[in-house]
């Protein structure tokens, strides 16, 4: 490995030890390699430009603007009330509701972060209220936001989509197979835990009730289905469909629900301004790194490197799940993105496997990451709402780790999860 490459890693890792926020380490980081290179400063500029200079990367800001236009509109109460009436009597009925809203909702957030933070104080306290044991309830918030990034919209898949140059609606039809299956999985387990426990359900309020509240929430379930409607029945890009998002959520908010006021406008765009600036921040700051590993062939030697371990994909697959388990550890999954899909992806088409397949499965492993520790975005926004410490949700959340890790395994050797709707529509 030459001197760059070497510096490039090792100062990258000495400032994330330090604990300086990713991308401000991944912008120090390819700055020492310019600094002590031939190559001008003003690659620096010019490369971070280069990042930001894609159409479908517009999307990112309009799906960040939709999801909390639509929280703010109303929307994620009447999609809770909606599962509380399909599952909330069910023996640890308030925990499944949890689950089944952030599946809900991921369809309109695009971020599992937003997922948490708009079903948490819903649900949290309501859950303490009938004597679910703290640490769990907040274990429980976090992981129903998990699915935020894998059940379409989903920020992480355009930026994958965008590095990788595959479609982006393809991937998002290959996110409802996993996202239904870990949505169910959790809910599975929070199932036997509260049998276990003791933490009984609502009472049944029939199905009047059920479609008295589906019919409240109609306008929120509609959205995805205009979403991937629109682009696949030819009508609208990508981008165009997180623009159509935004314009469908204000008039939800202000003319249907009525919950939104002009006055919350500037309130909702400095929120949505702020989340697109660090997924924006970090996109640049990967872009110039990934520039700099590209140009100095690691993908070419890294592809060689695996191949000559092996030419099994199935063996492959397994070696990158473990990169990407321990890399979302540390990473959040738009970083990782950005960095390690330059590097993988020529590996993986090398071996022949669908780059849409593998998105979806970087994607998916990447989502594990938001509720492990030690920086598990998730995890700080549910310590947050349930005041505890990182140190007790991270004893609580074993059980869902254990269960979505087993589900990684299950999608990642039954490739039809994600590609069955991809392949049905082309």
């Known amino acids: 490995?030459?001197?760059?490459?070497?510096?490039?890693?090792?100062?990258?890792?000495?400032?994330?030890?330090?604990?300086?926020?990713?991308?401000?380490?991944?912008?120090?980081a390819t700055s020492a390699v310019v600094l002590t290179s031939d190559l001008p400063l003003t690659l620096v500029v010019q490369r971070i430009f280069a990042s930001n200079d894609n159409f479908p990367l517009m999307a990112i800001p309009f799906f960040m603007l939709a999801g909390t236009i639509m929280t703010r509109g109303g929307v994620s109460k009447r999609l809770v009330a909606f599962?509380?009436?399909?599952?909330?009597?069910?023996?640890?009925?308030?925990?499944?509701?949890?689950?089944?809203?952030?599946?809900?909702?991921?369809?309109?957030?695009?971020?599992?972060?937003?997922?948490?933070?708009?079903?948490?104080?819903?649900?949290f306290p309501e859950m303490?209220?009938?004597?679910?044991?703290?640490?769990?309830?907040?274990?429980?918030?976090?992981?129903?936001?998990?699915?935020?990034?894998?059940?379409?919209?989903?920020?992480?898949?355009?930026?994958?989509?965008?590095?990788?140059?595959?479609?982006?609606?393809?991937?998002?039809?290959?996110?409802?197979g996993p996202g239904i299956l870990m949505g169910l999985s959790m809910a599975a387990l929070i199932y036997f835990v509260s049998k276990k426990y003791n933490y009984g359900g609502t009472k049944w309020a029939g199905f009047?009730?059920?479609?008295?509240?589906?019919?409240?929430?109609?306008?929120?379930?509609?959205?995805?289905?205009?979403?991937?409607?629109?682009?696949?029945?030819?009508?609208?890009?990508?981008?165009?469909?997180?623009?159509?998002?935004?314009?469908?959520?204000l008039f939800v908010g202000f003319f249907i629900y009525k919950e939104l006021k002009i006055s919350d406008l500037p309130k909702i765009v400095e929120d949505s301004v702020?989340?697109?600036?660090?997924?924006?921040?970090?996109?640049?700051?990967?872009?110039?790194?990934?520039?700099?590993?590209?140009?100095?062939q690691v993908p070419v030697i890294l592809a060689n490197y695996f191949v000559s371990l092996t030419n099994n994909p199935t063996t492959i697959l397994m070696l990158i799940n473990i990169l990407l388990l321990i890399v979302g550890c540390f990473l959040n999954a738009s970083a990782a993105i950005t960095i390690l899909a330059p590097i993988l992806v020529p590996?993986?088409?090398?071996?022949?496997?669908?780059?849409?397949?593998?998105?979806?499965?970087?994607?998916?492993?990447?989502?594990?990451?938001?509720?492990?520790?030690?920086?598990?975005?998730?995890?700080?926004?549910?310590?947050?709402?349930?005041?505890?410490?990182?140190?007790?949700?991270?004893?609580?959340?074993?059980?869902?780790?254990?269960?979505?890790?087993?589900?990684?395994?299950?999608?990642?050797?039954v490739p039809d999860i994600i590609m069955w709707l991809p392949n049905m529509v082309k």
């Open 1 to 28: 490995m030459s001197f760059t490459i070497s510096l490039l890693f090792i100062s990258f890792a000495v400032f994330l030890i330090l604990n300086i926020p990713i991308a401000v380490a991944l912008g120090l």
């Open 128 to 176: 303490e209220k009938r004597g679910y044991n703290r640490d769990f309830a907040a274990a429980i918030v976090a992981a129903a936001g998990e699915t935020g990034i894998i059940i379409p919209p989903s920020v992480t898949m355009v930026v994958y989509g965008v590095i990788a140059g595959v479609s982006i609606g393809d991937l998002f039809l290959g996110g409802f």
């Open 347 to 413: 590996v993986v088409t090398q071996m022949g496997i669908d780059p849409v397949f593998f998105g979806v499965l970087m994607t998916v492993n990447l989502a594990i990451g938001t509720i492990t520790p030690p920086v598990g975005v998730d995890l700080f926004v549910a310590t947050t709402i349930a005041n505890i410490s990182l140190e007790r949700i991270s004893k609580a959340i074993v059980g869902f780790l254990i269960v979505l890790i087993i589900d990684l395994i299950i999608v990642t050797y």
């Open 208 to 249: 009047s009730n059920v479609w008295k509240t589906f019919v409240q929430s109609i306008w929120g379930l509609l959205m995805p289905v205009i979403i991937l409607g629109g682009i696949y029945g030819g009508i609208f890009t990508p981008t165009e469909a997180a623009a159509v998002a935004v314009v469908y959520g």
């Open 83 to 123: 599962a509380d009436s399909l599952v909330g009597w069910l023996t640890g009925g308030l925990g499944i509701v949890a689950t089944l809203a952030g599946m809900f909702f991921a369809a309109i957030s695009g971020s599992s972060a937003a997922t948490t933070a708009a079903i948490g104080p819903i649900l």
């Open 274 to 296: 702020k989340s697109t600036a660090v997924v924006m921040f970090i996109m640049d700051a990967a872009g110039l790194f990934s520039w700099i590993i590209t140009s100095h």
